[in-house]
């Protein structure tokens, strides 16, 4: 019915297929908003995941330097070093070496400030002895937390 009215009035009917581009620019825009709103909220997701990933490395590190050091009564100090994306254990022994299971984790996030726990051998307890403010993306006391120091 609506093509004989356009034939009566010697108009073509339009075929209107797709889109305008008025239409694609408002969905665009509309989009745009969106990424803006929500990236840094998603940077923020994925930056969380990665320092709690980096805590429980560092928690099994922690875990395996004291087991192994549980034994040898030789130990004089303990010390884990988290400096950038990595956590490196030292163990000085008063006589031989202690090697341990695990000496070193990677870390996936890169804003650990340069920190140094120490353990005391014989009260069990671990110390922070060394810190730069000069990184401070993630928060130290996280990982003390690790090391059930709280300051």
Do not use: C, H
């Not at 009566?8 to 889109?19: I, P």
């Not at 694609?24 to 840094?40: F, K």
């Not at 969380?48 to 922690?62: G, H």
């Not at 130990?75 to 994306?85: C, D, E, P, Q, R």
Request: hydrophobic residues 35%; charged residues 20%; proline residues 3%.
């Amino acid at each position: 019915m609506v093509k004989n009215v356009f034939k009566k009035l010697g108009k073509k009917q339009k075929n209107n297929k797709g889109f305008s581009l008025v239409e694609l620019i408002v969905v665009i825009a509309i989009m745009a908003v969106l990424v803006g709103v929500l990236a840094p909220q998603f940077i923020k997701y994925v930056e969380k995941s990665r320092q709690s990933t980096d805590m429980q490395s560092v928690q099994q590190l922690k875990s395996s330097v004291e087991t192994d050091i549980s034994d040898n009564e030789n130990v004089t100090s303990v010390t884990i070093a988290i400096s950038g994306k990595k956590a490196t254990t030292t163990i000085n022994a008063s006589s031989g070496t202690v090697t341990p299971s695990t000496s070193s984790a990677a870390l996936k996030s890169s804003g650990w400030p340069t920190i140094t726990y120490t353990l005391d051998p014989g009260t069990g307890a671990w110390s922070t002895t060394a810190t730069a403010t000069t990184n401070t993306k993630n928060p130290k006391k996280d990982m003390n937390e690790v090391f059930s120091i709280s300051k």
